[in-house]
């Protein structure tokens, strides 16, 4: 795994699909606060393809544009909140969130991690590398590593169902994502990550243990994205 944990199978039932619009919504709001031009707010430009993944629909996220960029009036105001801990078998994970109250979200994962060690700034994200990671489907006959060196990625990793895990410099992210869509790739999704650089080994009788942890934690509506450095 190593980079963005995704509860699998979480598009199947209409609870999933809710969380995921409501973390598309906050992450234009965010995005939105630079600008509401996705021609010039490459963060805008990325949250709002990932709003159209999750289908949002085109009235919602034009409304949520307008408030992240403050054409209209609404005191609520969301920021990032990153933590860092341990779970079940010591695997590391990075935990980024959006809320609208520092106090809830801190008390909230305090409690999550309860049982295993919610650790200090740094504790965890040393041994992680911040990234910019695009996933894309190759045309017909197309190389990964050819494109890769051709986009200007820094790396590329063979994924599930024909998917190839482009990895880049933060700042190259957009421009790595045009040149893959140029020569062909069907992008499926463009984010910054924080990828493991030594990623544990959980036993296979622990594994369902250590999900079932992720998962309660990817519960919390705070919650925005899950990284585990597991293998």
Not at 174 to 188: F, H, N, Q, S
């Amino acid at each position: 795994m190593g980079a963005q944990w995704k509860h699998a199978g979480r598009e199947a039932n209409s609870k999933a699909k809710a969380k995921l619009i409501s973390k598309a919504a906050k992450e234009l709001l965010i995005a939105a606060k630079g600008g509401d031009d996705p021609n010039t707010n490459v963060k805008l430009r990325l949250a709002i393809e990932f709003a159209k993944k999750v289908q949002m629909t085109k009235d919602s996220m034009e409304r949520v544009i307008k408030k992240g960029s403050g054409q209209l009036d609404d005191a609520t105001q969301y920021e990032l909140v990153t933590y860092e801990g341990f779970g079940p078998h010591r695997v590391p994970i990075i935990v980024e969130c959006l809320t609208d109250n520092r106090t809830r979200t801190a008390s909230n994962i305090r409690q999550a991690f309860r049982e295993h060690q919610l650790a200090a700034s740094g504790a965890v994200s040393w041994d992680f590398s911040r990234l910019g990671a695009i996933d894309a489907k190759a045309p017909a006959g197309a190389d990964a590593e050819t494109a890769a060196i051709e986009a200007g990625a820094q790396d590329v990793e063979a994924g599930e169902e024909g998917v190839s895990h482009f990895y880049t410099e933060p700042a190259d992210l957009d421009a790595v994502r045009k040149a893959l869509e140029a020569a062909g790739w069907k992008v499926e999704s463009a984010a910054l990550v924080w990828r493991a650089k030594n990623p544990v080994t959980v036993a296979p009788e622990h594994r369902a243990e250590v999900d079932e942890f992720l998962a309660e934690l990817d519960e919390d509506d705070d919650v925005q994205t899950l990284f585990v450095g597991i293998r």
